[in-house]
Nanobody, 117 residues
Framework: QVQLVESGGGLVQPGGSLRLSCAAS????????MGWYRQAPGKERELVAS???????NYADSIKGRFTISRDKAKNTLFLQMNSLKPEDMAVYYC???????????WGQGTQVTVSS
Protein backbone atom coordinates (compact mmCIF):
# COMPACT_ATOMS: atom_id res chain seq x y z
CA GLN A 1 0.00 0.00 0.00
CA VAL A 2 1.02 3.58 -0.67
CA GLN A 3 -0.54 6.54 1.09
CA LEU A 4 -0.47 10.19 0.05
CA VAL A 5 -1.22 12.96 2.52
CA GLU A 6 -1.44 16.58 1.38
CA SER A 7 -0.95 19.64 3.52
CA GLY A 8 -0.33 23.35 3.12
CA GLY A 9 -3.62 24.60 1.75
CA GLY A 10 -5.41 27.57 3.21
CA LEU A 11 -6.62 31.10 2.66
CA VAL A 12 -4.37 33.59 0.90
CA GLN A 13 -4.88 37.01 -0.63
CA PRO A 14 -4.48 37.54 -4.37
CA GLY A 15 -0.82 37.87 -5.17
CA GLY A 16 0.17 35.76 -2.20
CA SER A 17 1.98 32.45 -1.98
CA LEU A 18 1.36 28.98 -0.62
CA ARG A 19 3.41 25.83 -0.57
CA LEU A 20 1.62 22.50 -0.80
CA SER A 21 3.22 19.29 0.38
CA CYS A 22 2.36 15.68 -0.34
CA ALA A 23 3.98 13.09 1.89
CA ALA A 24 4.16 9.55 0.56
CA SER A 25 4.46 6.52 2.78
CA UNK A 26 4.27 2.78 2.49
CA UNK A 27 5.62 0.90 -0.51
CA UNK A 28 7.07 4.01 -2.07
CA UNK A 29 9.30 2.03 -4.41
CA UNK A 30 6.16 1.64 -6.52
CA UNK A 31 5.91 5.39 -7.17
CA UNK A 32 6.82 6.54 -10.66
CA UNK A 33 5.64 9.98 -11.77
CA MET A 34 3.81 12.33 -9.43
CA GLY A 35 1.70 15.39 -9.95
CA TRP A 36 -0.72 17.96 -8.68
CA TYR A 37 -4.26 18.33 -9.94
CA ARG A 38 -6.98 20.74 -8.94
CA GLN A 39 -10.73 20.88 -9.10
CA ALA A 40 -12.77 24.02 -8.75
CA PRO A 41 -16.51 23.91 -8.00
CA GLY A 42 -18.48 22.94 -11.08
CA LYS A 43 -15.36 22.16 -13.08
CA GLU A 44 -13.50 19.03 -14.02
CA ARG A 45 -10.30 18.01 -12.31
CA GLU A 46 -7.33 19.34 -14.25
CA LEU A 47 -3.61 18.76 -14.27
CA VAL A 48 -1.59 21.55 -12.69
CA ALA A 49 1.91 20.12 -12.82
CA SER A 50 3.71 16.81 -12.97
CA UNK A 51 7.21 15.51 -12.40
CA UNK A 52 8.88 12.27 -13.41
CA UNK A 53 11.36 10.23 -11.42
CA UNK A 54 14.06 11.78 -13.56
CA UNK A 55 12.94 15.26 -12.64
CA UNK A 56 11.28 16.28 -15.88
CA UNK A 57 8.40 18.65 -15.25
CA ASN A 58 5.25 19.62 -17.07
CA TYR A 59 2.99 22.57 -16.28
CA ALA A 60 -0.44 23.73 -17.27
CA ASP A 61 -0.30 26.92 -19.31
CA SER A 62 -2.44 28.77 -16.77
CA ILE A 63 0.17 28.47 -14.02
CA LYS A 64 3.47 28.56 -15.91
CA GLY A 65 5.89 30.98 -14.36
CA ARG A 66 3.94 31.14 -11.11
CA PHE A 67 3.96 27.57 -9.77
CA THR A 68 6.90 25.23 -9.30
CA ILE A 69 6.68 21.50 -8.71
CA SER A 70 9.51 19.69 -6.95
CA ARG A 71 10.16 16.34 -5.38
CA ASP A 72 12.35 15.44 -2.42
CA LYS A 73 13.01 11.76 -2.91
CA ALA A 74 14.92 11.44 0.34
CA LYS A 75 11.88 12.67 2.26
CA ASN A 76 9.36 11.03 -0.07
CA THR A 77 7.62 14.35 -0.42
CA LEU A 78 6.18 16.25 -3.37
CA PHE A 79 5.85 20.03 -3.27
CA LEU A 80 3.99 22.69 -5.18
CA GLN A 81 5.21 26.24 -4.64
CA MET A 82 2.46 28.60 -5.71
CA ASN A 83 3.28 32.28 -6.17
CA SER A 84 1.26 35.20 -7.48
CA LEU A 85 -1.95 33.39 -6.69
CA LYS A 86 -5.10 34.51 -8.44
CA PRO A 87 -8.77 34.00 -7.54
CA GLU A 88 -9.03 31.57 -10.45
CA ASP A 89 -6.45 29.34 -8.72
CA MET A 90 -8.94 28.64 -5.97
CA ALA A 91 -9.73 24.93 -5.90
CA VAL A 92 -9.16 21.69 -4.07
CA TYR A 93 -5.67 20.53 -4.93
CA TYR A 94 -4.95 16.82 -5.15
CA CYS A 95 -1.66 14.98 -5.09
CA UNK A 96 -1.41 12.14 -7.57
CA UNK A 97 1.04 9.30 -7.96
CA UNK A 98 1.47 6.81 -10.76
CA UNK A 99 2.27 3.47 -9.18
CA UNK A 100 3.91 0.53 -10.88
CA UNK A 101 3.72 -3.23 -10.29
CA UNK A 102 0.85 -3.15 -11.05
CA UNK A 103 0.21 0.19 -12.65
CA UNK A 104 -2.43 2.28 -10.93
CA UNK A 105 -3.16 5.88 -10.08
CA UNK A 106 -3.35 6.97 -6.47
CA TRP A 107 -4.91 10.17 -5.14
CA GLY A 108 -4.49 12.05 -1.93
CA GLN A 109 -7.45 13.40 0.01
CA GLY A 110 -7.10 16.93 -1.32
CA THR A 111 -6.35 20.27 0.27
CA GLN A 112 -8.38 23.44 -0.19
CA VAL A 113 -6.74 26.56 -1.57
CA THR A 114 -8.80 29.72 -1.23
CA VAL A 115 -7.64 32.94 -2.87
CA SER A 116 -9.64 35.89 -1.68
CA SER A 117 -9.20 39.35 -0.28
Amino acid sequence: QVQLVESGGGLVQPGGSLRLSCAASGRIFRINAMGWYRQAPGKERELVASITTGGSTNYADSIKGRFTISRDKAKNTLFLQMNSLKPEDMAVYYCNAELLWPRELLWGQGTQVTVSS
